[in-house]
């Protein structure tokens, strides 16, 4: 009897076993069809607009992800997202999708550099706010649409410290400054900077001001109206319209607007922008930093405090 019930169960075990070997093979084949479709389906479905939300402060240290936000990404990070995109057959245009402040001199100045060396059509399209360093970055574009309320220009630099002496007298701290040189401790927040140093900071704002200026003229060559450019070129925002008519925006409009000029410039055929595939690219942070990242937000803090910082703001 015992024998029996055995022989009974074997085929049982078989069955099983074969059905699993049946799903492994199942699943590997849907692995390989899924490549094979990857690799053919530009020419299938034909090329796709890329996204990229430019919806952050340009920094080179970036954001950590929070309890209460995804971060975002540091200017290299982001430099490097859209440098890959020239590796991608899928993609036809780039659409670069503008709500920053803009944010420090140098990370503005590696974004910059990938999106100028994009070999892909590019659209910049300013949604909210692309103001100072974002409008730096979107000025490497071959298009620009701004909606008419968006607020945009702050071409300029800014460097701000913070002097807190008069603070830690009343709170009787005394603080004891060692320096190698006369200048070592510009900017320092335990004194008064003297109008030497005002002078030396001034000249280097202005030399920075003056390549800002010069990548805009470049970028915007025949499209500026000169004696409005001029004018505005003080550090004032603008509002889309008033971009417009600067010449520093090509067209005022929508999202949708954007996406269109972008499928003409990869010469997609389209009727409307729901006729355009979408590829979306993720900018949020890489960072493994902490939830709350207190010793970042403490070293960012520090270094701010002890060195002035120049900023496309």
């Known amino acids: ?27 590997l084949a849907v692995i390989i069809l899924f490549f094979i479709f990857s690799a053919v389906s530009p020419s299938l479905v034909g090329p796709c607009v890329a996204v990229v939300n430019v919806d952050m402060p340009l920094t080179v240290e970036g954001a950590p992800p929070t ?9 290299g990070q982001l430099a490097y997202t859209i440098e890959s995109l020239n590796s991608r057959e899928d993609v036809g245009a780039v659409l670069l ?52 309320n968006a607020l945009t220009g702050s071409i300029g630099v800014v460097s701000t410290t913070v002097q807190l002496s008069g603070l830690l007298n009343n709170l009787g701290v005394n603080v004891t400054t060692i320096k190698s040189g006369e200048h070592k401790d510009i ?51 603008l509002s889309g319209r008033q971009a417009y008519e600067a010449g520093l925006v090509d067209e005022l409009g929508t999202r949708d ?24 690219v993720s900018t949020t942070s890489a960072s493994d930093g902490s939830l709350l990242s207190v010793e970042g937000m403490l070293q960012t803090m520090q270094m701010r405090l002890g060195f002035p910082m120049l900023s496309y703001e």
């Open 1 to 27: 009897m015992d024998r029996y019930r055995r022989d009974r169960n074997r085929p049982k075990s078989g069955l099983i076993i074969g059905t699993g070997l049946l799903l492994v093979i199942a699943f």
């Open 67 to 75: 309890l209460f936000d995804s971060g975002y990404a540091s200017s």
């Open 97 to 148: 999708v503008f709500n920053s402040p803009g944010g420090t001199v140098v990370a503005t100045g590696e974004v910059y550099r990938a999106v100028d060396g994009l070999e892909k059509p590019k659209v910049a399209y300013f949604r909210e706010v692309a103001a100072s360093g974002a409008y730096y970055v979107a000025s490497g574009t071959d298009h620009i649409v701004s909606d008419p």
């Open 187 to 237: 900017a320092s927040s335990y004194r008064n900077m003297t109008p030497e140093e005002k002078a030396i900071l001034q000249e280097l704002i202005d030399e920075i001001y003056e390549e800002f200026r010069s990548v805009v003229l470049e970028n915007r060559k025949g499209k500026l109206r000169m004696s409005m450019f001029n004018e505005v070129t003080d550090g004032r925002i």
């Open 257 to 280: 607007d954007a996406i269109m000029s972008a499928a003409e410039l990869a010469n997609i055929t389209a009727e409307s922008p729901e006729d355009v595939r979408l590829c979306y």
